[in-house]
């Protein structure tokens, strides 16, 4: 009676730890597929940070008369918004400026404004979703929106692309790195911008691997291996969100890569604080593609 009693209460304690681990695992599961649904219908929230119109200064771009607001309408029926800036005399290049993951145009306006002094004009855009562009972001959107910036300064403005400076800021290094990789340019500039998503994600958060969970990807740095042109990259070595290494990792991985390092200045800092040694380098480095 008791082996059977025991027997009886083995299969029994068997039954409720398989039972529990059912339990466990489909509980596990369940909250992995809850999980991936939500990473995946709502990550473009934790990368791109728009700010629509009537958000911003827009009073500047009225006030400033030599500046020409623009709308492009791109392949996929999105209307973006733009703003050109004219050189100041002969332009030696054209710049084509790709802003970070926040904001609007407004909020770099007197960047654009700085920028004129090396001579050059000026496309800068809003990506769909942010300012007065309509849409939403996503990776494969920016890059039409790059692509359609680039066929109008080529096809409407007959600028040369030879002279065509693709310039991004942190997130727009990815559109800017995308357009040098397969359009024809003079140079590729890239300021604080990361090696892509993946990394940035195994920064913030390194115990889990969201690179590979992700469908956004900017993976500007293994894009930089087939970069044909002159590349300036511009960070500062105390940004406090993308780390430096991932600068140095870009300048390495481009070719024809200079890499220019700043120290005491944040994420958002290196304009506001080293402006003009920031604008010393990039008139330097566009001298040295106009001669290239």
Known sequence: ALKLLLSFGTVTLFLCLA???????????????????????????????????????????TKDEDVEELFLDTSDGERINGLFFSARGKPKASILFFHGNAGNMTHRFHWYQQLRDCQVNILAIDYRGYGKSSGKPSEAG????????????????????KTIVLYGKSLGGGPATELATTKICGGLILQSTFTSIGDMAATIVPLIPLGHLLKTKFDTNSKLSDCPVPTLVIHSKDDELIPVWMAEKNGRTASKAKTKLFVGADHNGLISTKSNLL??????????TTNH
């Open 19 to 61: 039972h529990y681990s059912l339990l466990v695992g489909i509980s596990i599961v369940l909250s992995s597929i809850i999980f991936l649904f939500f990473l995946r219908h709502f990550e473009t929230n934790f990368i791109f940070f728009p700010a629509p119109y009537p958000e911003g200064d827009w009073q500047q771009v």
């Open 142 to 161: 920016l890059y039409i929106d790059g692509a359609c910036a680039y066929d109008y300064l080529v096809e409407r403005r007959g600028i040369d692309p």
């Open 279 to 288: 604008l010393k380098e990039i008139a330097k480095f566009i001298a040295s």
